[in-house]
């Protein structure tokens, strides 16, 4: 019989982290990077937001092949962005979180398209005879509907260290979105380019990211959102202005807009 | 496709010949449960057969009860809200709103011990396989005997009935529809797991973003 050693999780991943933990970064400057796509992209939700990616990318490479093994429902993202960020925050005294300095995806089609996908029982996974249920269990059949963007190209700003950011996200890229395990979203070319506009919360009086109304003095149209990655933990959500509405930051954080 | 658009080809279709013997049929099977002893109701799930059903079977008995079930957490609250708006319009004046959940226990109990014998419900053959088997068995869900005057309708004669009446439809058809296809598009709750085999949570969270984390 085998004898386990057992092993607190969430210890032996945060220990892994802060071995592996990037401490100092470079100058911190205004980046745009240009995705273009081989295949469309396949969304659950309207946007992608660039911090996502990132800490994506920075769990692969502080846990290597140990990412596969995470439990998908543990945020350890406190973890992985301690200290100084890859990409920069706003901060204010007054307001107790901070919010990422990276946009949503700006993507080149706003057109949303449906495609099923039809996953059905194959025999060759079957090594008994007799009847098998195919509305429930390992062999049922699914009918997955899913929603694409037919969009060539998507492009995000975000403030940051440029090499560091450079080398991470054009070095692991292959695919952004949901489904790329069967081919959407497709990464054909990646532009990294310096930017000096602030293009990362706030541009030309249009939020590029959700960001929380605290922040705001006036806004068009908010939603209860997460406001920084993980985008899926419910802790991270906020009434949040919506994406690619109108809105205008308080006096206190003009400094951040563009 | 727009609704504009979609709407005109509509309003054409519904001046067929075809369009036209369907309505017929579904108004002889609603005389049909008409001229049954007891008490009738019908079943109005806020979709585009249920809207036409509705439409169909008030024109023969303006006071009949409408039954509504609410589903809840996976119905936005404004959505439910137009559901009931869309009845009212419709001409439904004696609704009755009921949780869902224990319909088929308990309730089926208390509307037979009410006097209630027949109920109208806007299935369709045309929609799944057990559907059909079950409309060409006859076989009612319950002791309380359900007709559907909808039965051979096409998702054609659905629309055509409800843009040549000027019905009211559902605000979630418009989101929806242009995106899955008017052939396609249903009226069912909304980031429900029942659904998730079909992928709905994967529309949902695109098309209904703002009742994904609210």
Redo the contacts between chains.
């Keep these: 019989m085998l004898n386990y050693e057992k092993i607190d999780e969430i210890e032996y991943f945060v220990s892994k982290i802060e071995k592996n933990r990037k401490e100092s970064y470079g100058k911190f400057e205004g980046i745009k990077i240009t995705f273009e796509f081989s295949s469309p992209v396949c969304?659950?939700?309207?946007w992608i937001v660039f911090d996502g990616i990132i800490e994506h990318f920075l769990y692969l490479n502080s846990l290597g092949r140990d990412f596969f093994i995470t439990d998908k429902k543990m945020n350890l993202s406190r973890y992985i962005v301690k200290n100084k960020k890859p990409y920069g925050a706003m901060y204010h005294k007054d307001v107790r979180i901070a919010v990422p300095l990276a946009s949503a995806g700006m993507f080149d089609s706003g057109e949303?398209?449906?495609e099923?996908?039809y996953k059905r029982f194959e025999d060759r996974f079957c090594s008994f005879r007799g009847k098998i249920r195919i509305a429930s269990g390992m062999f049922?059949?699914?009918?997955?509907?899913?929603?694409y963007i037919p969009a060539r190209s998507v492009t995000f700003f975000v403030y940051g260290d440029f090499e560091f950011l450079k080398d991470l996200i054009c070095r692991n890229i292959f695919a952004i979105g949901?489904d790329v395990r069967i081919g959407y979203g497709f990464v054909k070319k990646c532009l990294v380019e310096r930017d000096s506009l602030k293009r990362t919360v706030v541009w030309n009086g249009i939020a590029m990211r959700p960001i929380p109304v605290e922040f705001c003095e006036e806004y068009e149209q908010s939603?209860?959102?997460?406001y920084r990655s993980p985008y899926w933990a419910?802790e991270n959500?906020r009434l949040c202005v919506v994406p690619f509405t109108r809105c205008r930051l308080k006096k206190e954080f003009k400094g951040y807009e563009g | 496709m727009k609704v504009e658009e979609f709407r005109e080809i509509m309003l054409e279709y519904s001046k067929t010949k075809d369009f036209e013997n369907r309505v017929k049929q579904a108004e002889q099977i609603i005389e049909k449960g008409l001229s049954f002893r007891g008490k009738k109701y019908v079943a109005f799930s806020g979709g585009k057969d249920s809207t036409a059903m509705l439409h169909l079977v008030l024109k023969f008995e303006p006071d009949i009860m409408v039954y509504h079930s609410d589903n809840g957490k996976y119905i936005p609250r404004e959505f439910e809200q137009e559901v009931i708006e869309n009845a009212r319009l419709i001409g439904a004046n004696n609704l009755r709103i009921e949780v869902a959940g224990d319909f088929f226990e308990r309730k089926v109990w208390e509307y037979y011990r009410e006097g209630f014998r027949v109920c109208f419900v806007g299935l369709r053959k045309e929609e799944a396989v057990h559907r059909r088997l079950r409309i060409q068995a006859d076989e009612s869900l319950t002791v309380i005997k359900e007709f559907w005057p909808l039965q051979d309708w096409s998702w054609r004669d659905v629309w055509a009935y409800v843009f040549a009446n000027a019905l009211p439809i559902h605000s979630a058809y418009l989101k929806y529809a242009p995106v899955v296809g008017w052939d396609k598009v249903r009226f069912h709750t909304f980031f429900d797991p029942k659904f998730e085999r079909f992928g709905s949570p994967n529309l949902d969270g695109v098309l209904l973003w703002k009742h994904k984390s609210g």
């Excluded at chain 1, 969304?43 to 309207?46: F, G, I, N, R, S």
């Excluded at chain 1, 939603?223 to 997460?226: E, L, S, T, Y």
């Design positions: 969304l659950t939700y309207p949303y398209k449906m099923t996908i049922k059949s699914y009918a997955m509907r899913h929603i949901n939603a209860m959102m997460a419910k959500v």
